[in-house]
């Protein structure tokens, strides 16, 4: 039987049947296999982008899952083909696409938040958002591609070489992802995060992290670059704090990368941009190179996927997850299982 959750405004999920649509020329149906619950998700969830969305609306992009069929003038996928979706769907006609920019499409359609997504046992997609995943990497860790294609992308945009001097505002999923991929670019890398359970968690992993409530972080960078100030600060946390403080901290020609979204615009001091000649990078989702890089990290074991995922849970428990995550706590990555 066939299953999906439905969001229907106002903190409402209801579970029924999924639809099952037949794949047009172009377009493959999936069977989806694993989908994490994203920060966009909840933010559907809190009905923050209700004028956006047509409810109800199957929400899920974070995915991994088998081509279950393909349609006419697909040659590249058959029945079985372990896959993930860039959810991804540029109009190919604006000034971005034209400039070769279709990632940030003026009239891009995101699946998942303006179409139908993942949260179903069936997603039908064009056949141009498929990656192929190696057979050796598994479904779960497969549904941790699309945001580690967000990381690459971050990083890559940003040119984190080896010997950088970099800190991670923020140790959400996105900013350990962010911190994890700089360091394996050889860059020396800081997260500063205010959830005790994923400072831990950063440490864990093999990372430099501090919670700035307890500690002097401007202090404790200069200490670790002889005063002159880090190489790239990225603001993962879309907060005052962070946009405040990421000047502070830079060396001087210093490069910010604005990794989050912020619900408000951010007071931010452009006379340190002006006095150090700093730099200020925006970064949104990925292209299809970083997805390609993506695959290729997740599959090479460099990266501790296991311990990002908090838990594995059941299509039915997607309000429960938007629950713990809203509650903050022990949670990074909440996979639901189709």
């Known amino acids: 039987m066939t299953q999906a959750a439905y969001y229907q405004g106002n903190h409402t999920i209801r579970h029924g049947p999924g639809e099952i649509i037949e794949p047009k020329r172009g377009e493959v149906r999936l069977k989806v296999s694993h989908c994490g619950i994203c920060g966009t998700d909840l ?130 999923p996105i900013g350990l992802l962010v911190a994890l991929v700089a360091r394996e670019a050889g860059a020396r890398v800081l997260v500063s995060e205010i959830n005790p359970y994923r400072v831990e968690l950063a440490k864990r992993l093999g990372l430099d992290a501090i919670n700035p409530n307890d ?47 912020f619900a408000q615009k951010p007071e931010v001091d452009l006379f340190r941009f002006f006095w150090r000649e700093l730099r200020l990078q925006g970064v949104r989702v990925y292209e299809s190179e970083d997805f390609a890089a993506a695959i290729e990290l997740a599959a090479s074991g460099l990266l501790p996927l296991d311990d990002l995922i908090t838990d594995i849970r059941p299509l039915s428990a997607l309000k429960s997850g938007f629950e713990d995550m809203e509650r903050g706590g022990r949670v990074m990555k909440i996979l639901l299982e189709l």
């Open 215 to 261: 500690a002097d972080l401007i202090k404790l960078v200069m200490q670790r670059t002889s005063g002159a100030g880090a190489d790239i600060v990225f603001e993962v946390s879309g907060s005052q704090a962070g946009a405040a403080i990421m000047t502070e901290l830079l060396r001087t020609r210093g490069l910010a990368v604005v990794v989050a979204i």
């Open 43 to 172: 933010h559907i969830y809190h009905g923050a982008m209700d004028a956006r969305v047509t409810m109800p609306l199957v929400m899920g992009h974070e995915m991994s899952g088998t081509v279950h069929k393909a349609g006419d003038g697909v040659v590249n996928f058959t029945h079985g083909d372990k896959v993930v979706v860039m959810p991804l769907a540029p109009c190919g006609d604006c000034p971005a696409c034209a400039a070769g920019h279709s990632h940030i499409c003026h009239s891009l359609n995101f699946l998942g938040i303006d179409t139908p997504g993942a949260f179903q046992s069936y997603w039908t997609v064009p056949a141009y958002t498929l990656h192929r995943m190696p057979e050796h990497l598994s479904l779960a860790h497969g549904a941790l591609i699309e945001p580690l294609a967000v990381a690459v992308h971050d990083v890559r945009l940003a040119g984190v070489k080896d010997g950088d001097q970099v800190v991670v505002l923020g140790g959400g």
